[in-house]
């Protein structure tokens, strides 16, 4: 009777001894799992990343095609059309057309006194801001040209400006 | 002794038993959680590495609108046969173009496909539901109306023979130099497993009528307005084809409203261009156009009307 009582406990024991092997294992391998998806994932956001400010370079490059902007009066690969530019501005439909979270037009020369344009000041201001979610570090420039209809002179005017796009941040 | 030996037996058994059964129902388990994690991380391996080449044809798209303005064509090499998915979405303001990218690949399901599918808002590609090839071609044209309004993107894989196109047409194609798309006098001239395009006769896989401005393809009738829609029209099954025309209307109108408040803006500035009702009066034909009927010959027209008035002025709108 004693001795049963014993082996009894020695087999309670093993069964103990391969349940917390087994336990440990599977910790381990999860462990190990979790390393590689957190590498995965983490090199995943990282090409996620690349493809959105490829993206915003891409864009940057084709801001002055942009039917909403292009400056399509005459020949010119690098112009914005400032007037339609102001009248695309404030459009709620176009909300969330474009993928950016930050999207302005800035005059770079000359500048002017007026800040941010609106319908009173323009022409004479510095910067249009269209899309203004967030600021972000990373953003893209290009220098364009910023072309207008000038009443006074009866003809077009082009000034020197540049574009600053950021994308959506992941 | 009898007692004695029946526990000895008793006990081995009893210990034999309990840890083989514990250990099979653990290691059952184990092996399950081990085959699930495995399938579902391969299976996200794949969407992943699917969404992350569906991102760089979207930036290849980007990057062919910008340098093939005019014109041209390229062609896409994938490492392995792909499948590239065009679903085209007409709700909202604009719709959306949603693409997906599925390679290949020898494990489970050959084509996995994707359920991150890129949305754009401001392209329009032009294909069957489903192009397959190793390599793809594609080719940009600028749509207008009578302004700029998007650069369209076709997408083919497959063998294309233009039977009889007009000289304009021909010397189009022979100009973009496209690859895949042959031209020939008669059907006959034709490669057997080629699609046929019929532009003086009927009886091809698909069919065009210059006088009517409309292209026949899976027995279903659509019109075109110009070069651009009509390559989209033998390129893309007809319900995307109807699909992108729907959205460039609702783009065509977005612009009209653009360029209404700009020929305002130009009235304050005192150049009167006498364009801002004709433009509202476009906008709203243009919210009115149903894509599957011929209503887009009377925009045409309309268009051609702005254009004329357009180019009299001294300030112009576009």
């Known amino acids: 009777m004693k001795n049963y009582l014993v082996s009894c406990s020695k087999g309670q024991m093993k069964v103990q001894q391969m349940a917390f092997v087994l336990v440990a294992l599977v910790i381990f391998f999860v462990i190990i799992g979790l390393f590689f998806l957190s590498i995965s994932l983490s090199s995943l956001k990282n090409s996620a990343q690349e493809i959105r400010e490829k993206d915003v370079l891409e864009s940057i490059k084709r801001v002055t095609s942009i039917p909403e902007f292009a400056w399509t009066i005459d020949d010119c690969a690098s112009c914005i059309d400032m007037d339609k530019a102001m009248a695309f501005k404030g459009r709620a439909s176009y909300v969330g057309f474009w993928d950016y979270s930050f999207f302005r037009i800035e005059k770079v020369y000359p500048i002017e006194s007026g800040g941010e344009c609106t319908l009173y000041n323009y022409p004479e201001c510095n910067t249009l801001t269209l899309i203004n979610k967030s600021i972000i570090p990373d953003s893209k420039s290009a220098f364009v040209s910023l072309c207008r209809y000038e009443p006074e002179e009866g003809y077009y005017k082009c000034e020197l400006g540049k574009v600053i796009i950021a994308g959506e941040a992941i | ?318």
């Open chain 2, 1 to 318: 002794m009898t007692s004695n030996r029946l526990i000895n037996i008793n006990k081995k058994g009893l210990e034999f038993t309990f840890a083989w059964l514990f250990a099979i129902i653990a290691g059952a388990v184990i092996i399950f959680i081990a085959i699930y994690a495995t399938t579902q991380f391969i299976g996200t391996s794949k969407d992943a590495s699917n969404a992350k080449i569906t991102g760089e044809v979207g930036s290849i798209l980007e990057s062919v609108e910008t340098s093939l303005e005019e014109g041209k064509q390229i062609k896409i090499e994938f490492p392995d046969e792909t499948r590239i998915y065009n679903r085209c979405d007409d709700f909202g303001n604009f719709g959306r173009q949603l693409l997906s990218v599925s390679v290949r690949s020898g494990i489970g399901n050959e084509f996995q496909r994707s359920e991150n599918e890129q949305a754009f808002f401001d392209k329009y590609i032009f294909s069957e539901e489903l192009v397959q090839g190793k390599e793809v071609n594609i080719f940009v044209k600028p749509f207008e109306m009578p302004y700029k309004i998007a650069s369209l993107a076709y997408i083919y894989s497959e063998n294309y023979c233009f039977v009889n196109p007009s000289g304009d047409i021909e010397d189009e194609i022979r100009g973009l130099n496209l690859k895949n798309v042959n031209i020939s006098e008669s059907v006959g001239g034709c490669a057997r497993e080629s699609i046929k395009v019929c532009f003086e006769s009927a009886g091809c896989d698909v069919n065009v009528n210059l006088e009517e401005q409309s292209v026949t393809k899976n027995r279903i009738k659509v019109f075109y307005e110009g070069d651009s829609l009509m390559y989209g029209a033998i390129f893309a099954e007809p319900e995307i084809y109807l699909c992108q025309v729907t959205r460039l209307m609702k783009r065509t109108g977005e612009l009209a409203h653009v360029y209404s408040l700009k020929a305002e803006f130009l009235e304050g500035k005192g150049c009167t261009t006498g364009l801002d009702n004709k433009m509202k009066i476009y906008a709203s034909n243009l919210a009115n156009v149903e894509s599957d009927k011929d209503d887009i010959k009377a925009i045409g027209i309309e268009s051609t009307e702005i254009r004329r008035s357009n180019e009299k002025l001294s300030c112009k709108l576009f």
